[in-house]
């Protein structure tokens, strides 16, 4: 195989065995064993690509397509024996088209690379999840979301068009640098969040919009938390459309705080009876709507039981907001087992809250977490050490989302780590249809086998 | 078959015959014949709907979905000895959900019930095609756009979950009152846009957005359409998010207003010179944003090289903007042989345009037109009357459209009329792709054969 790939690749950017670094085992999940795969391979083009997975296809060898790594719940750890495909070397911005407001990148390109090279043109992708060192290929895998996904949407919604690789060896163009089309199957939007198990992006076109030059952060505190869940629905309605609107629990943000040295300037008393926060992005191209927004919203977070209300100034703001993206890490040093993903109807998280929160108790297990209070997802970072124990209580955790008319995953996707419990969770019916979308697409079953589909259940 | 379909929904509600009015013998479409549809078929709930397939599954039975029948593109044309289900008798608002802003609504609602059901609440549905009769099941199957798509994306950003019918007999379940997931394949953006070809949506969650307080508009007049065209990207790059951003051209500007009575003061020496005109629209929670974006934009159109901008107020705005809205039945008045849904990437417009106009001229024929110039998607009424010499031009024109790196249709859908050319020109790895959805979900191809897939070429 090694030789068929080189003759793929060139032998200079196909290795195996311990020539594989340890690095390609894993991505970021805090669950499950690295695994080393077989064999990996870095594609110079998109035809490489294509090429490679016909390679494959033809001798059933699994393949795991790897971004940056970054990923939350093992969508690219390698299956034993397989083939992973780094797109490190395609990691080139093709096209930053000002006129059309879009950005065509190959896989490999960063956040932090695509945000760069807009920035200069008054211009900006506004998927920002925690991770800016994601690649735009990795958060097309999971459908990657983040703090600004209530103003701007989604990978999904800012995704325009692909280019992607087929087990069959063919590549197919689907969008393009176009906002609205009907014509036919939406092949874009059936990509986008498939974890790379029904085809690989070689290249994307995503949407741009232009840089606001204003912004403001308000930042509230609430003796609870359920409080700070019930007060998301009345700022939303005032039509202040937030940039950002997450809350966090006082242990979150006595973590963060600790972590990142974040001084914000909260009275002690008001920091003593906190047990919730609420944290309120704007931003807009003209400063005075900024204000009126600000002025109408510390009003509103009054009447609705705030302690205090504070709006942050530049550098305390960016901090905030900066350590608000790096919970994960502060979690992951706090000893966190899991950090769950759960989305729910936004009205509902009180409700979810306080289940989840029996259902942990029930096992002496431990919630604590912030999260994306605009869209109702719910990243909570689980204490529960025994595996089996932890396995069962995500499991009921997830059935309560669902029962509540939410979904296992908001923003990380499926991956190794939740597969099982999506499977047997899910409604028969949608299963059917995914087994035969997967069908049509990747029939030899070689792409990232056991993710999305197919998983055993653990709990 | 009339038995077994009347064992389904009653025998009060399945004709067959003469008893089927010529109503459901068409849409709106301008090209072909109205066909009579062996059997029609008015379930009242999701379980009958998917009864009524299974039964004709069982059969071979082609069935067509019905809902207001005002589609452009011959959709819901049945097929002879086929069977329609209309929703008429399934139109009930089910759920306004002000917490969660979404609602949830049968096929056979209108957007005006639905526009007026959210209404007292402060609400609204962003997706205003033209055609407010139009039901909320029929802009699912054609992904309908619309004016204000340019700001708040087309049915497919606004559609957050449906339940829907399957051949099987089956029901299914997709999404929910969500803004975001990662769970899986997206079903709900698969079945949307798919023309009635998949599943029937026998439910659908809709997103909902606080109503702005204000709105204004601005009229620019150009004496050339290129211009109109190249103004486009200038004035999305300011960061004034326009609601509306629409082109006419002069002569689509005077139908509308001779059919609709409109007077917008223009002065005599400004209409004269006239080519084509640029209608911006903007709306906001607060007024004094709404007035810098309007001096904002009325300098920047003067440098652009606008004749004149004229603000207007509002009852002339409302009645030009309705008058637009009509643009299709001037266009069919005025003996219009079609009109073209073409989309292209927004900075290409001119270059589409002109194109379009040699292809049209070297036959005799004429293109008039406006359309939804912040997203690329050109509406054009052709006046050809032969046949076969307009679907060879329109053939040309959309292999223009997607050699510029643009789609057949931006927001009608290929319904009867627009598939052959699409599976003529399609890239056929992608067409492969959607042959193997289609099997996925309709394995017995009863969902309305002819469209999207399979079509005759005509051009």
Chains 1, 2 share one sequence.
């Not at 594609?43 to 393949?63: F, G, M, S, W």
């Not at 029930?362 to 209070?373: K, P, R, S, T, Y």
Request: aromatic share 4%; proline share 5%; net charge negative.
């Amino acid at each position: 195989m090694l030789d068929r790939f080189a003759a793929v690749v060139g032998s200079a950017h196909v290795v195996t065995g311990d020539r594989i670094g340890p690095d390609y085992h894993h991505d970021e999940a805090l669950v499950g064993t690295p695994v080393a795969p077989r064999y990996l391979a870095r594609p110079a083009t998109a035809e490489e690509t294509a090429e490679l997975l016909a390679v494959a296809a033809a001798a059933r060898v699994p393949v795991t397509a790897r971004g940056a790594g970054t990923g939350l719940s093992g969508a690219c750890r390698p299956a034993e024996n397989g083939l992973v495909i780094s797109f490190e070397r395609m990691a080139a911005v093709l096209d930053i088209d000002v006129d059309n407001q879009v950005a065509v990148v190959q896989p490999g390109v960063t956040l932090a690379e695509l945000d760069a090279a807009t920035s200069p043109h008054g211009l900006m992708y506004t998927v920002f999840p925690g991770e800016l060192s994601a690649s735009i290929g990795g958060t097309v895998g999971t459908n990657a979301g983040g703090m600004r996904a209530v103003r701007y949407g989604v990978t999904r919604h800012n995704v325009l068009g692909l280019q992607a690789a087929m087990p069959s060896g063919q590549l197919v163009r689907t969008g393009g640098k176009l906002t609205k089309m009907s014509t036919g199957y939406d092949l874009t939007q059936l990509i986008i969040g498939s974890e790379g198990t029904l085809a690989l992006a070689t290249e994307i076109t995503v949407r741009l919009y232009p840089r606001p030059a204003h912004s403001a952060t308000l930042m509230a505190v609430f003796t609870d938390l359920p409080a700070v869940m019930r007060a998301v629905p009345e700022v939303l309605r005032t039509g202040v459309a937030p940039t950002i609107l997450e809350y966090l629990d006082t242990t979150t943000m006595e973590a963060i705080s600790r972590a990142q040295d974040l001084e914000l300037g909260i009275a002690p008393e008001v920091r003593a009876a906190a047990e919730a926060y609420l944290v309120i992005g704007l931003d807009n191209r003209e400063r005075a709507p900024l204000d009126t927004g600000i002025g109408l919203l510390g009003e509103l977070l009054d009447t609705l039981g705030a302690l205090d209300t504070y709006v942050l100034e530049g550098n305390s703001a960016r901090l905030l907001i900066e350590a608000r993206e790096k919970a994960f890490w502060s979690a992951k040093a706090s000893g966190a087992d899991e950090i769950l993903d759960v989305v729910v109807p936004r009205a509902v998280m009180p409700e979810f809250f306080d289940g989840a929160t029996a259902l942990a108790r029930a096992v002496d297990a431990h919630l604590v977490g912030c999260g994306h209070a605009g869209d109702g997802n719910v990243h909570m970072a689980v204490y529960c050490r025994d595996d089996h124990t932890r396995e069962s209580l995500l499991h009921r955790v997830f059935a309560l989302a669902i029962e509540l008319g939410g979904a296992i995953s908001g923003e990380h996707g499926l991956g190794r780590i939740k597969t099982a419990h999506f499977t047997a969770l899910a409604d028969p019916v949608a299963l059917a249809l995914m087994h035969g979308i997967k069908q049509a697409f990747d029939p030899a079953g070689i792409l990232n086998p056991g993710v999305v589909l197919d998983g055993k259940v653990l709990g």
